[in-house]
Antibody, heavy 123, light 108 residues
Framework: EVQLVESGGGLVQPGGSLRLSCAASGFTFSSYWMSWVRQAPGKGLEWVANIKQDGSEKYYVDSVKGRFTISRDNAKNSLYLQMNSLRAEDTAVYYC????????????????WGQGTLVTVSS | DIQMTQSPSTLSASVGDRVTITCRASQSISSWLAWYQQKPGKAPKLLIYKASSLESGVPSRFSGSGSGTEFTLTISSLQPDDFATYYCQQYNSYPSLTFGGGTKVEIK
């Protein structure tokens, strides 16, 4: 059974940092693009970042470029999101999501999602 | 960046109704469109990919159509479990992905 379990969320002050983790199981983690998608309270979904199977390509939405870093450890079946210089507008539930195509050259859509972890940026 | 616009933002319907949700792209995305269902407090669930392909395990009352800039998600006969929020997502502009604003399907 495919499982994605996020952790690391919490309350942080503006300008602070947080590192999210996503533990994957039930599939060959190293075969899939992985992404982070967030959802502000009462709002819609926003793609944040994605990373290729071997970590060689990483992409970000403009609003987090230079502040967030996506990474992965295929030996540990884990995905990470390092978030620095956090702002109030980064407050959201952050989901880890798996691309639906194994060995894909391009990112597409998401067939498995974690339960999400809440990040609150407030003083 | 490609913008995705969904309509309506809210839809009131009854069990058994045929429901149609529209998603429009700001430029052509071919058929690179997915639809998701999300219930309160839960992660989104993939329903449709490549505009019209039904994800495994998804009931056949869900269907998708369209190409280019205009797409629709249709629920042929609304069931109690279908009251939720629906999102479209384009994946034509790799690696940047964008979602529509969502359509909430409420009980009439």
């Amino acid at each position: 059974e495919v499982q994605l379990v996020e952790s690391g969320g919490g309350l942080v002050q503006p300008g602070g940092s947080l590192r999210l983790s996503c533990a994957a199981s039930g599939f060959t983690f190293s075969s899939y693009w992985m992404s982070w998608v967030r959802q502000a309270p009462g709002k819609g979904l926003e793609w944040v970042a994605n990373i290729k199977q071997d970590g060689s390509e990483k992409y970000y939405v403009d609003s987090v470029k230079g502040r967030f870093t996506i990474s992965r450890d295929n030996a540990k079946n884990s995905l990470y999101l390092q978030m620095n210089s956090l702002r109030a507008e980064d407050t959201a539930v952050y989901y880890c999501a798996r691309d639906s195509v194994a060995y894909g050259d391009y990112v597409s859509n998401f067939d498995y999602w974690g339960q999400g972890t809440l990040v609150t940026v407030s003083s | 960046d490609i913008q995705m616009t969904q309509s309506p933002s809210t839809l009131s319907a009854s069990v058994g109704d045929r429901v149609t949700i529209t998603c429009r792209a700001s430029q052509s995305i071919s058929s690179w469109l997915a639809w998701y269902q999300q219930k309160p407090g839960k992660a989104p669930k993939l329903l449709i990919y490549k505009a019209s392909s039904l994800e495994s395990g998804v009931p056949s009352r869900f269907s998708g159509s369209g190409s280019g800039t205009e797409f629709t998600l249709t629920i042929s006969s609304l069931q109690p479990d279908d009251f939720a929020t629906y999102y479209c997502q384009q994946y034509n502009s790799y690696p940047s992905l964008t979602f529509g604003g969502g359509t909430k399907v409420e009980i009439k």
